[in-house]
């Protein structure tokens, strides 16, 4: 089984920037799909970004296109997620995860991958 844990989290101000961290155990995770996810108080939890095993593909939330970039270190077993220029509406508890399954033919549906394992999440405040 893979573990997950998440880290990086914590206040910034609004423009700010903060680099979350999501280390896998357990297993390699070189081959699986990776995503972060995020999920604001009494808000569904909502995809972020997505990342192919290789690095070849990456996908992301129009929300958050052109802030951010997901990353993967496949020989620390550790992905990514820069976030710059942040604002309020991204404070949420932010979750990693991967999928067996390791991608999609097509460059949409990547938030409908079967994420089975999942991370314990991380809070990411940004203050006005």
């Known amino acids: 089984q893979v573990q997950l844990v998440e880290s990086g989290g914590g206040l910034v101000q609004a423009g700010g920037s903060l680099r979350l961290s999501c280390a896998a155990s357990g297993r390699t995770v070189s081959r699986y799909a990776m995503g972060w996810f995020r999920q604001a108080p009494r808000k569904d939890r909502e995809f972020v970004a997505g990342?192919?095993?290789?690095?070849?593909?990456?996908y992301y939330a129009d929300s958050v296109k052109g802030r951010f970039t997901i990353s993967r270190d496949n020989a620390k077993n550790t992905v990514y997620l820069q976030m710059n220029s942040l604002k309020p509406e991204d404070t949420g508890f932010y979750y990693c995860?991967?999928?067996?399954?390791?991608?999609?033919?097509?460059?949409?549906?990547?938030?409908?991958?079967?994420?089975?394992?999942w991370g314990q999440g991380t809070q990411v405040t940004v203050s006005s």
């Open positions: 990342i192919s095993p290789s690095s070849s593909s990456t």
């Open positions: 995860a991967a999928s067996e399954v390791p991608g999609r033919p097509y460059a949409t549906g990547w938030e409908d991958l079967p994420y089975d394992h």
